[in-house]
C-alpha cells in the first residue's frame, strides 16, 4: 500500500483521526465505536471548497440532528412533485459546488 498514491483518502483519513482521538478513551480501544458519530459530523459539516456537506450531495437535504426531533417532518403525497423539487436541488448542488471549487482555486 502507498498512501502518496490514494492523497483524496489520506486526506479524509487526517480529518478524521483528531476527532477519533478525541472522543476515544485513553487506550484507544473503543475508536471503533466513534466512527459513525465521527462520519456523520464530517459528512454534516459545510466544506469551504463546494459550499455544501457531503450528506447533502449524498441526500439532496440538510440533515436531521437530534435537536430536530421535536420539530415536524415534511410529508409529500404527490411523488412526481417531490421527484421533480430533488432533481432542481442536485442540480441546483451541482452548479453552485462546481462554481465554489473553481472560485476557491483561484484564490
Given amino acids: 500500500y ?3 498514491a490514494n492523497g483524496q483518502c489520506e486526506r479524509h483519513n487526517a480529518t478524521l483521526l483528531p476527532n477519533l482521538i478525541a472522543l476515544s478513551n485513553r487506550s484507544k480501544s473503543n475508536w471503533d465505536d466513534k466512527l ?3 462520519t456523520f459530523n464530517y459528512n454534516s459539516t459545510r466544506h469551504d471548497s463546494t459550499g455544501y456537506t457531503p450528506f447533502e450531495f449524498m441526500f439532496a437535504r440538510h440533515p436531521r440532528f437530534i435537536t430536530d426531533l421535536n420539530s415536524s417532518l415534511t410529508t409529500t403525497h404527490n411523488i412526481s412533485h417531490y421527484h421533480h423539487t430533488m432533481e432542481q436541488f442536485i442540480e441546483h448542488v451541482k ?5 465554489n471549487t473553481l472560485r476557491n482555486q483561484h484564490l
Fill in 36 to 38: 459513525l458519530p465521527t
Fill in 2 to 4: 502507498n498512501p502518496q
Fill in 95 to 99: 452548479i453552485a459546488a462546481r462554481e
